[in-house]
């Protein structure tokens, strides 16, 4: 098993940055497949960004392609979420998920693991 735990939420304004972290403890964290997710009061949860296991490759949804950049440290047992242009449609808990399988997917239902989720607040 793998345990996951956010931070770096938090309120900003329109266009601003801020960048989550997530550590992960427990099983070789190399040997995951690393995703972000958000839900907003009142909606689904849905895919924001994945990496492979090295990083190498990395997938996006549309509507934070370009203004969001996942990254990841092996040697620190970390993820992270670059955001930038945030907009007040960003404002949603986000989730740290990993999954063991060897394809990254967009389904929340494809990850095994979950984090608490961290609030960001994007105010205009």
């Known amino acids: 098993q793998v345990q996951l735990v956010e931070s770096g939420g938090g309120l900003v304004q329109t266009g601003g940055s801020l960048r989550l972290s997530c550590a992960a403890s427990?099983?070789?964290?190399?040997?995951?497949?690393m995703a972000w997710f958000r839900q907003a009061p009142g909606k689904e949860r849905e895919f924001v960004a994945a990496s492979s296991r090295s990083g190498s490759r990395t997938d996006y949804a549309d509507s934070v392609k370009g203004r969001f950049t996942i990254s990841r440290d092996n040697a620190k047992n970390t993820v992270y979420l670059q955001m930038s242009s945030l907009k007040p449609e960003d404002t949603a808990v986000y989730f740290c998920a990993a999954e063991e399988r060897m394809l990254i997917s967009r389904a929340s239902t494809g990850y095994d693991y979950w984090g608490q989720g961290t609030q960001v607040t994007v105010f205009s």
């Open positions: 427990g099983r070789t964290f190399s040997s995951y497949i």
